[in-house]
Protein backbone atom coordinates (compact mmCIF):
# COMPACT_ATOMS: atom_id res chain seq x y z
CA UNK A 1 0.00 0.00 0.00
CA UNK A 2 1.70 3.44 -1.23
CA UNK A 3 2.57 5.49 2.14
CA UNK A 4 2.86 2.30 4.40
CA UNK A 5 5.33 -0.69 4.18
CA UNK A 6 7.56 -2.88 6.29
CA UNK A 7 11.22 -2.55 7.26
CA UNK A 8 13.87 -3.37 5.09
CA UNK A 9 17.75 -2.91 5.35
CA UNK A 10 18.52 0.95 5.26
CA UNK A 11 20.14 2.32 1.96
CA UNK A 12 20.06 5.67 0.24
CA UNK A 13 21.05 6.59 -3.34
CA UNK A 14 21.05 10.18 -5.31
CA UNK A 15 20.92 11.00 -8.55
CA UNK A 16 19.20 13.12 -11.31
CA UNK A 17 15.67 12.31 -12.59
CA UNK A 18 12.53 13.29 -13.90
CA UNK A 19 8.96 13.38 -12.35
CA UNK A 20 6.46 11.02 -13.95
CA UNK A 21 3.42 12.37 -15.31
CA UNK A 22 0.80 12.81 -12.94
CA UNK A 23 -2.29 10.68 -13.84
CA UNK A 24 -5.15 12.62 -15.27
CA UNK A 25 -2.67 15.67 -15.54
CA UNK A 26 0.29 17.53 -17.32
CA UNK A 27 3.69 17.75 -15.64
CA UNK A 28 4.28 21.51 -14.54
CA UNK A 29 0.30 22.26 -14.87
CA UNK A 30 -0.32 25.23 -12.68
CA UNK A 31 3.27 26.36 -12.45
CA UNK A 32 5.52 28.54 -14.83
CA UNK A 33 6.56 26.60 -17.40
CA UNK A 34 9.89 27.51 -16.78
CA UNK A 35 9.80 26.64 -13.69
CA UNK A 36 8.48 22.68 -14.81
CA UNK A 37 11.77 20.13 -15.44
CA UNK A 38 14.51 17.83 -14.19
CA UNK A 39 14.53 17.69 -10.42
CA UNK A 40 17.24 15.91 -8.56
CA UNK A 41 16.30 12.41 -7.19
CA UNK A 42 16.85 10.74 -3.57
CA UNK A 43 15.78 6.81 -2.44
CA UNK A 44 15.74 6.11 0.92
CA UNK A 45 14.32 3.03 3.11
CA UNK A 46 13.84 2.93 6.56
CA UNK A 47 14.73 0.70 9.48
CA UNK A 48 10.79 0.52 10.20
CA UNK A 49 7.36 1.13 9.08
CA UNK A 50 6.83 4.41 8.09
CA UNK A 51 3.24 5.96 7.08
CA UNK A 52 3.75 9.04 5.03
CA UNK A 53 0.30 10.17 6.08
CA UNK A 54 1.20 9.93 9.62
CA UNK A 55 4.25 11.47 9.67
CA UNK A 56 3.90 14.47 7.17
CA UNK A 57 0.16 15.30 8.24
CA UNK A 58 1.04 17.61 11.14
CA UNK A 59 2.83 19.46 8.89
CA UNK A 60 -0.19 20.42 6.70
CA UNK A 61 -2.38 23.59 8.01
CA UNK A 62 -5.75 22.81 6.72
CA UNK A 63 -7.42 21.09 3.30
CA UNK A 64 -6.18 24.24 1.60
CA UNK A 65 -2.72 24.77 2.55
CA UNK A 66 -0.72 26.80 -0.33
CA UNK A 67 2.59 24.94 1.20
CA UNK A 68 1.39 21.30 1.01
CA UNK A 69 -0.71 18.78 -1.02
CA UNK A 70 -1.44 14.59 -0.52
CA UNK A 71 -1.65 13.78 -3.30
CA UNK A 72 -4.25 11.14 -4.89
CA UNK A 73 -1.65 8.90 -5.77
CA UNK A 74 -0.43 8.58 -2.00
CA UNK A 75 2.67 10.95 -2.38
CA UNK A 76 3.03 14.33 -0.84
CA UNK A 77 4.31 17.37 -1.85
CA UNK A 78 6.06 20.59 0.13
CA UNK A 79 7.55 23.55 -0.63
CA UNK A 80 9.64 25.25 1.77
CA UNK A 81 11.75 28.14 1.96
CA UNK A 82 15.37 25.75 3.19
CA UNK A 83 18.34 27.64 4.25
CA UNK A 84 19.59 27.68 0.54
CA UNK A 85 16.40 29.07 -1.17
CA UNK A 86 12.84 28.22 -1.98
CA UNK A 87 12.46 24.57 -2.73
CA UNK A 88 10.04 21.60 -3.37
CA UNK A 89 9.93 18.35 -2.42
CA UNK A 90 7.72 15.32 -3.69
CA UNK A 91 7.92 12.18 -1.65
CA UNK A 92 6.46 8.66 -2.26
CA UNK A 93 6.59 5.10 -0.82
CA UNK A 94 6.22 1.99 -2.75
CA UNK A 95 7.74 -1.46 -2.32
CA UNK A 96 9.61 -0.82 0.88
CA UNK A 97 11.36 2.73 -0.67
CA UNK A 98 10.52 6.33 0.22
CA UNK A 99 11.49 8.22 -3.09
CA UNK A 100 12.38 12.13 -2.99
CA UNK A 101 12.01 14.09 -5.94
CA UNK A 102 13.32 18.02 -5.55
CA UNK A 103 13.14 21.22 -7.47
CA UNK A 104 14.45 24.44 -7.45
CA UNK A 105 17.57 26.36 -5.16
CA UNK A 106 17.02 24.51 -2.18
CA UNK A 107 16.55 21.32 -4.16
CA UNK A 108 19.39 19.97 -2.49
CA UNK A 109 19.09 20.33 1.13
CA UNK A 110 15.57 19.26 0.97
CA UNK A 111 17.04 15.63 0.06
CA UNK A 112 19.68 15.72 2.48
CA UNK A 113 17.26 16.13 5.32
CA UNK A 114 14.80 13.58 3.58
CA UNK A 115 15.51 11.12 6.44
CA UNK A 116 15.06 13.05 9.04
CA UNK A 117 11.76 14.88 7.71
CA UNK A 118 10.70 11.27 7.94
CA UNK A 119 11.70 10.57 11.40
CA UNK A 120 15.02 9.01 10.62
CA UNK A 121 16.07 10.71 14.16
CA UNK A 122 12.94 9.49 15.71
CA UNK A 123 13.05 6.63 17.81
CA UNK A 124 9.86 4.92 18.39
CA UNK A 125 11.57 1.73 20.10
CA UNK A 126 12.17 4.05 23.13
CA UNK A 127 8.46 4.77 24.20
CA UNK A 128 6.57 1.94 26.36
CA UNK A 129 2.62 2.46 26.99
CA UNK A 130 1.65 2.27 30.27
CA UNK A 131 -2.29 2.52 29.10
CA UNK A 132 -4.26 0.08 26.94
CA UNK A 133 -5.75 3.31 24.83
CA UNK A 134 -2.55 4.21 24.39
CA UNK A 135 -0.81 0.31 23.43
CA UNK A 136 -3.93 -0.08 21.46
CA UNK A 137 -3.34 2.97 19.28
CA UNK A 138 0.37 2.39 18.96
CA UNK A 139 -0.12 -1.27 17.65
CA UNK A 140 -3.04 -0.17 15.06
CA UNK A 141 -0.28 2.84 13.97
CA UNK A 142 2.78 0.73 13.54
CA UNK A 143 3.52 3.91 11.15
CA UNK A 144 3.92 6.79 13.61
CA UNK A 145 7.38 8.55 13.31
CA UNK A 146 8.17 12.16 14.54
CA UNK A 147 9.06 14.74 11.51
CA UNK A 148 11.77 16.80 12.12
CA UNK A 149 11.88 19.78 9.25
CA UNK A 150 14.87 21.43 10.24
CA UNK A 151 12.80 24.31 9.83
CA UNK A 152 12.24 26.65 12.75
CA UNK A 153 9.94 29.72 10.89
CA UNK A 154 8.00 27.59 8.62
CA UNK A 155 6.60 26.08 12.28
CA UNK A 156 6.76 28.99 14.02
CA UNK A 157 4.95 31.83 12.11
CA UNK A 158 1.30 29.37 12.07
CA UNK A 159 1.78 28.29 15.43
CA UNK A 160 1.25 31.89 16.49
CA UNK A 161 -1.50 32.44 13.87
CA UNK A 162 -3.37 29.69 15.35
CA UNK A 163 -2.90 31.66 18.78
CA UNK A 164 -6.39 32.24 20.69
CA UNK A 165 -8.62 31.42 17.11
CA UNK A 166 -10.41 28.72 15.34
CA UNK A 167 -7.84 26.42 13.29
CA UNK A 168 -10.42 27.71 10.20
CA UNK A 169 -9.81 31.23 11.22
CA UNK A 170 -5.79 30.45 11.62
CA UNK A 171 -5.94 28.37 8.29
CA UNK A 172 -7.18 31.15 6.16
CA UNK A 173 -5.11 33.93 7.27
CA UNK A 174 -1.96 31.53 6.36
CA UNK A 175 -3.76 30.51 3.56
CA UNK A 176 -4.41 34.10 2.09
CA UNK A 177 -0.58 35.40 3.01
CA UNK A 178 0.93 33.05 1.52
CA UNK A 179 -0.32 33.15 -1.65
CA UNK A 180 -0.57 37.06 -1.58
CA UNK A 181 3.18 37.40 -0.55
CA UNK A 182 5.24 34.07 -1.01
CA UNK A 183 6.29 32.47 -4.35
CA UNK A 184 5.28 30.00 -7.04
CA UNK A 185 6.76 26.85 -5.50
CA UNK A 186 9.23 25.44 -8.16
CA UNK A 187 9.15 22.66 -10.48
CA UNK A 188 6.48 20.71 -11.50
CA UNK A 189 4.21 20.89 -8.49
CA UNK A 190 0.64 20.68 -8.16
CA UNK A 191 -1.40 24.28 -9.48
CA UNK A 192 -1.52 26.99 -6.33
CA UNK A 193 1.77 25.42 -4.18
CA UNK A 194 3.38 27.96 -3.24
CA UNK A 195 6.30 28.52 -0.79
CA UNK A 196 5.73 30.88 1.94
CA UNK A 197 7.30 34.72 2.18
CA UNK A 198 10.83 35.29 3.10
CA UNK A 199 11.08 37.11 6.40
CA UNK A 200 12.19 40.68 5.00
CA UNK A 201 8.39 39.91 3.19
CA UNK A 202 6.70 39.17 6.20
CA UNK A 203 7.83 42.63 7.82
CA UNK A 204 6.56 44.16 4.45
CA UNK A 205 3.12 43.01 4.91
CA UNK A 206 0.94 46.12 5.11
CA UNK A 207 -1.56 46.75 8.16
CA UNK A 208 -4.42 46.10 6.10
CA UNK A 209 -3.33 43.04 4.60
CA UNK A 210 -3.35 41.60 7.75
CA UNK A 211 -6.84 42.49 8.94
CA UNK A 212 -7.93 41.64 5.38
CA UNK A 213 -6.53 37.93 6.76
CA UNK A 214 -8.65 38.28 9.53
CA UNK A 215 -5.23 38.76 11.54
CA UNK A 216 -5.31 40.66 14.88
CA UNK A 217 -2.58 43.65 15.70
CA UNK A 218 -1.06 41.24 18.56
CA UNK A 219 -0.18 37.90 16.27
CA UNK A 220 0.68 40.24 13.53
CA UNK A 221 2.94 42.33 15.85
CA UNK A 222 4.36 38.96 16.99
CA UNK A 223 4.76 37.87 13.63
CA UNK A 224 6.67 40.69 12.85
CA UNK A 225 8.71 40.58 16.24
CA UNK A 226 10.08 36.77 15.02
CA UNK A 227 10.87 37.75 11.59
CA UNK A 228 12.92 40.54 12.48
CA UNK A 229 15.42 38.29 14.70
CA UNK A 230 14.67 35.52 12.23
CA UNK A 231 18.33 33.95 11.70
CA UNK A 232 18.81 33.79 15.72
CA UNK A 233 15.51 32.17 15.57
CA UNK A 234 16.52 29.30 12.92
CA UNK A 235 19.65 28.52 14.83
CA UNK A 236 17.69 27.13 17.33
CA UNK A 237 17.55 24.16 15.40
CA UNK A 238 20.54 23.10 16.40
CA UNK A 239 19.84 23.11 20.37
CA UNK A 240 18.08 20.97 22.15
CA UNK A 241 14.30 21.32 22.46
CA UNK A 242 14.38 22.84 25.72
CA UNK A 243 17.07 25.39 24.73
CA UNK A 244 15.46 26.03 21.47
CA UNK A 245 12.03 26.83 23.11
CA UNK A 246 13.39 28.72 25.51
CA UNK A 247 15.04 31.16 22.46
CA UNK A 248 12.14 30.97 20.83
CA UNK A 249 10.32 32.53 24.31
CA UNK A 250 12.40 35.34 24.32
CA UNK A 251 10.25 37.24 21.89
CA UNK A 252 7.50 38.52 23.34
CA UNK A 253 4.20 36.77 22.29
CA UNK A 254 5.63 33.40 21.70
CA UNK A 255 4.50 31.14 24.87
CA UNK A 256 4.83 27.64 26.34
CA UNK A 257 1.59 27.00 23.56
CA UNK A 258 3.31 28.24 20.49
CA UNK A 259 7.32 26.86 21.14
CA UNK A 260 6.27 23.16 22.10
CA UNK A 261 3.98 23.60 18.82
CA UNK A 262 7.20 24.84 17.11
CA UNK A 263 9.24 22.30 18.31
CA UNK A 264 7.13 19.58 17.72
CA UNK A 265 7.72 19.90 14.23
CA UNK A 266 10.85 21.43 13.55
CA UNK A 267 13.12 19.07 15.99
CA UNK A 268 11.11 16.47 15.87
CA UNK A 269 10.33 16.88 20.25
CA UNK A 270 8.97 14.14 21.15
CA UNK A 271 8.73 15.33 24.86
CA UNK A 272 7.31 18.48 23.61
CA UNK A 273 3.51 18.44 24.99
CA UNK A 274 1.34 21.15 24.39
CA UNK A 275 0.21 23.09 27.60
CA UNK A 276 -2.50 26.09 27.32
CA UNK A 277 -5.00 23.84 24.66
CA UNK A 278 -8.21 24.36 25.05
CA UNK A 279 -9.10 20.51 24.30
CA UNK A 280 -5.89 18.81 25.03
CA UNK A 281 -6.52 18.22 28.77
CA UNK A 282 -10.09 17.29 28.51
CA UNK A 283 -8.98 14.40 25.98
CA UNK A 284 -5.83 12.90 27.36
CA UNK A 285 -7.71 13.32 31.20
CA UNK A 286 -10.75 11.34 29.60
CA UNK A 287 -8.72 8.90 27.73
CA UNK A 288 -6.93 7.66 30.79
CA UNK A 289 -8.69 8.95 33.61
CA UNK A 290 -12.22 9.20 32.40
CA UNK A 291 -11.83 12.83 33.44
CA UNK A 292 -13.35 15.34 31.12
CA UNK A 293 -12.89 18.47 32.81
CA UNK A 294 -8.69 18.14 33.18
CA UNK A 295 -6.58 20.92 33.13
CA UNK A 296 -3.04 21.19 32.63
CA UNK A 297 -1.49 20.08 35.90
CA UNK A 298 -3.68 17.23 35.54
CA UNK A 299 -2.62 16.24 32.23
CA UNK A 300 0.88 16.69 33.30
CA UNK A 301 0.18 14.53 36.20
CA UNK A 302 -1.43 11.78 33.86
CA UNK A 303 1.29 11.71 31.03
CA UNK A 304 4.38 11.91 33.82
CA UNK A 305 4.42 8.13 33.08
CA UNK A 306 5.79 8.80 29.70
CA UNK A 307 8.62 11.34 30.67
CA UNK A 308 10.70 12.18 27.48
CA UNK A 309 8.15 10.77 25.32
CA UNK A 310 4.94 13.13 26.18
CA UNK A 311 4.21 14.52 22.78
CA UNK A 312 4.06 11.04 20.93
CA UNK A 313 2.15 9.36 23.90
CA UNK A 314 -0.81 12.44 23.37
CA UNK A 315 -0.36 12.10 19.51
CA UNK A 316 -1.32 8.69 20.13
CA UNK A 317 -3.87 9.66 22.50
CA UNK A 318 -5.41 11.62 19.73
CA UNK A 319 -4.97 9.08 16.68
CA UNK A 320 -6.69 7.00 19.53
CA UNK A 321 -10.25 8.59 18.83
CA UNK A 322 -11.05 8.17 22.20
CA UNK A 323 -12.35 11.68 23.08
CA UNK A 324 -15.04 12.93 25.65
CA UNK A 325 -18.61 13.13 24.26
CA UNK A 326 -20.15 16.54 23.86
CA UNK A 327 -22.40 18.16 25.95
CA UNK A 328 -22.75 20.57 23.59
CA UNK A 329 -21.94 22.24 20.77
CA UNK A 330 -17.95 23.33 20.20
CA UNK A 331 -15.21 24.17 18.04
CA UNK A 332 -13.22 20.92 16.55
CA UNK A 333 -10.38 19.49 18.78
CA UNK A 334 -7.30 22.07 18.54
CA UNK A 335 -9.10 25.16 17.99
CA UNK A 336 -8.22 27.45 20.38
CA UNK A 337 -4.49 27.45 21.79
CA UNK A 338 -3.01 30.27 24.15
CA UNK A 339 0.08 31.44 23.69
Not at 151 to 176: D, F, G, H, M, N
Request: aromatic share 6%.
Amino acid sequence: MAGRFAPRPTRTTVRGGHLPVPAGGKAGAGVPRQAAGPGRVRTWVPDGPLDLGLVLGPLRRGSGDPTFRAAPDGSVWRASRTPAGPGTLRVSAYGGEVRGQAWGPGAGWLLEQLPELLGAADDPSAFAPRHRVVAMARHRRPGLRLTRTGLVLESLIPSILEQKVTTAEAYRAWRLLVRKFGEPAPGPAPGRMYVMPEPRAWALIPSWEWHRAGVDNKRASTILRAVRVAARLEEAVGMAPEAARARLEVVPGIGPWTSAETVQRSHGAADAVTVGDLHLPGIIGWALAGERNADDDVMLELLQPYAGQRHRAARLILLSGRVPPRRAPRMPVGDIGRL
